[in-house]
């Protein structure tokens, strides 16, 4: 299923903002696979263990983001990632997608709210049989984290763990993946260089979300990346004269609105109450006006 979704946002010609470098910061760069070793060597791919593999680091240590407060001088914050969520989507064999609809008692109605982006009470969707499965045939896997921030394990920690139900999460490349495949990440503040008592209001945190098919842009050949396609923040407007650069604030604005609802509409396409962006978009960012789609999204 091909959303036709423009996943990476447009770059400013000018010098960028803070919010661009931190953009550009946290996306990860996979050694790029080809099918052949001869031209023509095809569309790169990329394996997922190598991709999880990129996040180890900044899981450990953290991940340093350069920022230049206007009319201070610059600064390294550091910010360590959780995983937030992930789903896998594969073309289905016509036979698996008949057996999944004979499930289906005839007698038995489906209610449609139950499968919306709107119901914010949809928890946990498996691929073990479950109703998203049947309105999503070609979900392979799900995973979406409901834990507070301060109970969540690490990244590399949580990875494993959940290879351990599901080993395909080390296996699968990006080529095996269609299109709508995604990830999203959740990024906390955890210490600055160097630190300074009037720079405590870089607090924010972020919530990124990234493609996980084998982009059909080009790259250089060593490599992937994956910048994010969609966004959104928490406490940033609270913060935002640190943040502000000295290129303007109207250019930030339009930025994390375009990639606000590139994640709202992508999740709402596939059907996920993806319960940390329902809290990034009903607690993070009250500044933006709330737009139809988003009340209906976080039932507000």
Same mark, same amino acid.
């Given at each position: 299923?091909?959303?036709?979704?423009?996943l990476?946002?447009?770059?400013?010609?000018?010098?960028p903002?803070?919010? #661009?470098?931190?953009?550009?910061?946290?996306?990860?760069?996979?050694?790029?696979?080809?099918?052949?070793?001869?031209?023509?060597w095809?569309?790169p791919y990329?394996?997922?263990?190598?991709?999880?593999?990129?996040?180890?680091?900044?899981s450990?240590?953290?991940?340093?983001?350069?920022?230049?407060?206007?009319?201070?001088?610059?600064?390294?914050?550091?910010?360590?990632?959780?995983?937030?969520?992930?789903?896998?989507?594969?073309?289905?064999?016509? !036979?698996?997608?008949?057996?999944?609809?004979?499930?289906?008692?005839?007698?038995?109605?489906?209610?449609? !709210?139950?499968?919306?982006c709107?119901?914010?009470?949809?928890?946990?969707?498996?691929?073990?049989?479950?109703l998203?499965?049947?309105?999503?045939? $070609?979900?392979?896997?799900?995973?979406?984290? $409901?834990?507070?921030?301060?109970?969540?394990?690490p990244?590399?920690?949580?990875?494993?763990?959940?290879? $351990?139900?599901?080993?395909?999460?080390?296996?699968?490349?990006?080529? #095996?993946?269609?299109?709508?495949?995604?990830?999203?990440?959740?990024?906390?503040?955890?210490?600055?260089?160097?630190?300074?008592?009037?720079?405590? #209001?870089?607090?924010?945190?972020?919530?990124?979300?990234?493609?996980?098919?084998?982009?059909?842009?080009?790259?250089?050949?060593?490599?992937?990346?994956?910048?994010?396609?969609?966004l959104?923040?928490?406490?940033?407007?609270?913060?935002?004269?640190?943040?502000?650069?000295e290129?303007?604030?109207?250019?930030?604005?339009?930025?994390?609105?375009?990639?606000?609802?590139?994640?709202?509409?992508?999740?709402?396409?596939?059907?996920?109450?993806?319960? $940390?962006?329902?809290?990034?978009?009903?607690e993070? #960012?009250?500044?933006?006006?709330?737009?139809?789609?988003?009340?209906?999204y976080?039932?507000?």
């Amino acid at each position: 299923m091909n959303l036709g979704l423009g996943l990476e946002p447009v770059m400013p010609k000018y010098n960028p903002s803070n919010l #661009d470098q931190f953009l550009k910061h946290v996306t990860p760069s996979i050694h790029a696979q080809y099918q052949s070793d001869v031209p023509p060597w095809g569309q790169p791919y990329f394996e997922l263990k190598n991709l999880w593999e990129a996040y180890k680091e900044w899981s450990t240590y953290g991940l340093g983001v350069t920022l230049v407060p206007q009319g201070l001088a610059e600064v390294v914050q550091y910010y360590v990632p959780f995983l937030s969520g992930i789903g896998l989507y594969q073309q289905p064999a016509p !036979s698996e997608t008949m057996n999944l609809f004979s499930g289906i008692n005839q007698g038995e109605e489906i209610n449609s !709210s139950s499968a919306s982006c709107q119901n914010q009470n949809q928890n946990k969707l498996r691929n073990e049989g479950s109703l998203n499965k049947v309105m999503n045939p $070609d979900l392979l896997y799900q995973y979406l984290e $409901d834990e507070k921030p301060t109970n969540r394990k690490p990244f590399a920690d949580k990875i494993m763990e959940l290879a $351990d139900e599901f080993p395909e999460l080390m296996t699968l490349k990006s080529c #095996d993946l269609l299109p709508n495949s995604w990830f999203s990440i959740s990024w906390y503040p955890i210490y600055r260089i160097p630190m300074a008592n009037m720079l405590s #209001d870089l607090h924010v945190s972020f919530l990124t979300f990234h493609s996980l098919s084998t982009p059909k842009r080009e790259h250089p050949p060593n490599k992937i990346l994956l910048p994010p396609f969609g966004l959104a923040t928490y406490r940033y407007d609270f913060f935002h004269p640190i943040w502000k650069s000295e290129c303007g604030t109207q250019h930030e604005t339009l930025l994390r609105c375009h990639m606000k609802d590139a994640a709202i509409n992508h999740m709402c396409l596939l059907q996920v109450a993806h319960p $940390d962006l329902v809290f990034f978009v009903s607690e993070g #960012d009250r500044s933006l006006q709330f737009e139809e789609k988003e009340r209906k999204y976080i039932r507000r």
